[in-house]
């Protein structure tokens, strides 16, 4: 069902939502920015809100979310690029990361790459490790990688109800699960992939180099049109 599913700050209404601030962030403030990083953003985002990026490519990673928002880029993934660095094994971090229970992150319209997990920790561009939602719609995750020890999860790793919609996964790399890692934990978290390509991911210990899931007792999944 989840698919079925002064400085002077311009508020606008949340066209998704109906309601919340969209907050746009440019890495050189112009277009009328209202931060240079999103990390930035989300610190002065309230829950619900939106972060849209405006100008590409935007880099930065280490970016921890703690409450419900959606990241959105202007004119599509192939306009608006965000990156952990600018080429793939030198950045120091993943791009996207969360950890909190109970909320929802939403990614559309966005190219991500070039994330790093590092360390035997998983999801290489987006990590969502704390039993929460995460819905990734129209986004292109690309040449990210979670590649030491036991990673899982080179492009995403979700632990928790996780939807893919209309997403391209390419060039992702890690132990299991190049393209994306579904976790369902201790409970029977939902996971869903439709309309979605997978190309050239792999999984070096020769498990899921697409998709690798992690299941439990009443868990539910469904992949259609990939």
């Known amino acids: ?33 209202d931060f240079s990083t999103i990390t930035g953003a989300v610190a002065a985002a309230a829950a619900g809100d ?21 990241f959105e880029g202007l004119g ?37 790459r070039y ?3 590092r360390k035997n920790i998983h999801g290489g561009a987006i990590k969502m490790g704390g039993y929460s939602t995460l819905v990734v719609q129209r986004c292109s995750v690309e040449n990210n990688d979670a590649t030491n020890g036991l990673s899982y999860g080179g492009g995403v790793y979700c632990r928790g109800t996780t939807t893919v919609s209309e997403c391209t996964f390419s060039g992702n790399k890690t132990a299991k699960g190049g393209g994306l890692c579904h976790d369902a934990g201790s409970g029977a978290y939902p996971f869903g ?3 979605s390509t997978f190309s050239g991911n792999s999984g070096t210990n020769n498990q899921g180099g697409a998709i690798y899931e992690i299941r439990v007792a009443g868990w539910t999944s469904s992949v259609y049109n990939c």
Not at 2 to 30: E, F, H, I, R
Not at 79 to 91: F, G, I, K
Not at 99 to 108: E, G, K, L, P, S
Request: glycine content about 8%; cysteine-free; hydrophobic content about 40%.
């Open 1 to 33: 069902t989840s698919l079925q599913a002064s400085d002077t700050v311009q508020v606008v209404v949340n066209p998704a939502t109906g309601g919340g601030t969209v907050w746009k962030v440019a890495y050189d403030m112009s277009g009328g920015a």
């Open 50 to 70: 939106t972060i849209r990026v405006i100008k590409s490519p935007h880099t930065e990673n280490g970016i921890l979310v703690s409450k419900t928002l959606t």
């Open 76 to 112: 599509g993934a192939s306009n608006m690029v965000v990156q952990a660095a600018t080429n793939r094994l030198t950045a120091a971090n993943r791009i996207f990361e969360s950890t909190v229970t109970n909320i929802a992150i939403t990614f559309r319209d966005l190219t991500l």
């Open 115 to 117: 994330g790093f997990a």
């Open 193 to 195: 992939v439709y309309n």
